[in-house]
């Protein structure tokens, strides 16, 4: 059975989307076969970064409602033939996402991939406690400023909370995904350092993910920035997590800073 994972945040405007199709992409480099879902009805952007924006027939909605087949709305990348995309619908609202349909797609995805990976929409509204709600784990997306850093707090809790693992009484294996950190700045005091946000979160440290241009530069011509250019510093970033998501161990480094942080993550892990 497929592992789920939700790519999750309070603010908007962090890299979820760009973390999805990142890690979608390094895991499916691995020839795990791995599929990505848009939470975001009504907006549905991981198709622009994905590149499949006109290859969209049927989305999320079509098969909760019935109106398609999931093989149907199931999306082929066309560089990686294990990375697949289910979008979401740009013409209709969260109403139309149900709990049961939600339910019902993700068991599905988990008879044929190992990999599931939810794209959740920003906020604490239904689409995105039904993207977490049946996650496995989830990768807690923050910028390195103070509000995006609470707000992920306040996502923290939900998880505690809100998803199945925890009527079952189970804790969700939660991680964090440091992104657009610049080393100089943090120094300079313009924003906060890892180990502040360590300090605040107190969740597992999955990756920092540099602030760099080649980031937006992959998204705008609609690659995976781990597929538009392996050797760049955000792609390694996003390859090196993807590894530890998979379980192996890899130390975390700050960019442009020596100092290995793996002795730090597991003195934090969660008991």
Same mark, same amino acid.
């Given at each position: ?6 790519? !999750? $945040?309070?603010?908007?405007?962090? +890299?979820?989307? !760009?973390? !999805? ?29 994905? +590149? %499949? ?27 990686? #033939?294990? &990375? ?8 209709? #609202?969260?109403?139309? &996402? !149900? ?14 991939? /190992? ?28 910028? *390195? ?5 609470? #707000? $992920? ?6 998880? /505690? ?50 602030? $760099? ?10 690659? *995976? ?6 050797? $760049? %510093?955000?792609?390694?970033?996003? &390859? #090196? ?28 892990? %969660?008991?």
């Amino acid at each position: 059975m497929g592992k789920v994972i939700v790519v !999750t $945040s309070g603010k908007g405007g962090v +890299g979820k989307t !760009t973390s !999805t199709a990142a890690l979608g992409a390094a895991l499916a480099l691995r020839n795990e076969k791995t599929v990505v879902i848009d939470f975001d009805v009504g907006l549905r952007n991981l198709d622009l970064v994905m +590149g %499949a924006e006109r290859r969209v027939v049927f989305d999320l909605v079509n098969v909760i409602q019935g109106d398609a087949k999931l093989p149907q709305a199931l999306i082929r990348d066309k560089r990686l #033939d294990t &990375l697949f995309l289910l979008p979401a619908s740009q013409t209709r #609202d969260k109403d139309n &996402l !149900t709990a049961e349909g939600v339910e019902k797609v993700i068991e599905d995805l988990k008879k044929s991939f /190992d990999w599931i990976i939810c794209d959740s929409p920003a906020g604490i509204e239904r689409g995105a406690t039904l993207a977490m709600r049946h996650a496995d784990v989830a990768v807690v997306v923050t910028n *390195p400023e103070v509000s995006s850093v609470r #707000d $992920s707090d306040r996502i923290i809790g939900l998880l /505690d909370s809100k998803t199945v693992k925890a009527e079952q009484g189970e804790r969700i294996e939660k991680h964090l995904l440091l992104t657009r950190y610049d080393a100089g700045r943090a120094e300079r005091g313009d924003m906060l350092k890892v180990d502040d946000i360590l300090e605040i979160l107190s969740i597992p440290l999955l990756g920092i993910i540099p602030e $760099s241009q080649d980031v937006l530069r992959a998204s705008n011509i609609g690659y *995976p920035v781990t597929l538009a250019d392996k050797d $760049s %510093a955000p792609a390694l970033a996003y &390859l #090196d997590a993807a590894r530890r998501l998979a379980g192996e161990n890899v130390p975390v480094t700050i960019p442009s800073e020596k100092r290995s942080l793996i002795g730090k993550i597991f003195r934090r892990r %969660a008991a």
